[in-house]
């Protein structure tokens, strides 16, 4: 093939991209859409759905980036939905302790995190903290090994904290797909 195969005697592009060039695309916003934008962002649409609106309302692509750049651009500040509904669940609490047992009402105080950053040697770590409130760190070798390191020295949990431990490690790591 050649690439006068693509194109008319007359050297224009065949049918179906004529189609295409009847609509330009537009590569952002114009002002008047970009105020409609900051309407949403303010009514508290996330990133990703004003991505989508911005595609299906207006046929402008955006990347996730582009959009989190424009809403830079414009000045605007997120509001998270998810963040505001436990803070007014706290301030309606008088007491913050009874509100996270009723939360975890078996979890015995035992609180574990994982690491967003796995050091070398190991498969996973994080942190626990206890219910009697001693905190050390985890971490989980490639071999499955679990140790415990930091804190008080000589420091020993409770059985009924080390249970408790292994069962939220396992949902924490089950939950990372280990």
């Given amino acids: 093939m050649n690439i006068s195969d693509f194109s008319d005697s007359d050297g224009s592009q065949n049918d179906s991209s004529e189609e295409q060039t ?11 859409q970009k105020k409609e934008i900051a309407r949403w962002v ?9 991505q989508k609106k911005i595609n ?16 830079d651009d414009l ?3 997120l509001v998270d939905k998810e963040e ?15 509100l996270t047992d009723d939360l975890n009402p078996n979890d015995g ?5 994982v690491d967003p950053v796995t050091p070398p040697g190991a498969m996973a770590s994080g942190s ?7 905190n050390q760190k985890w971490t989980l070798d490639q071999f499955g090994r679990l140790g415990l390191s930091g804190g008080e020295e000589g420091y020993k949990p409770s059985e009924e904290d080390v249970m408790e431990f292994q069962k939220q490690l396992d949902s924490a790591l089950r939950g990372k797909g280990f």
């Fill in 42 to 50: 303010a009514e508290g649409m996330g990133l990703s759905d004003v």
């Fill in 84 to 98: 505001e509904k436990p803070k007014d669940d706290s301030t309606e609490s008088s007491d913050t302790p009874d």
């Fill in 128 to 134: 626990v903290r206890f219910s009697d409130g001693q």
């Fill in 109 to 113: 105080g035992v609180t574990v995190e």
């Fill in 22 to 32: 009847d609509k330009p695309l537009q590569s952002e916003p114009n002002e008047e």
């Fill in 56 to 71: 299906s309302d207006y046929g402008v692509v955006m990347t996730y980036m582009d959009v989190r750049f424009l809403v």
């Fill in 75 to 77: 000045d605007l500040t």
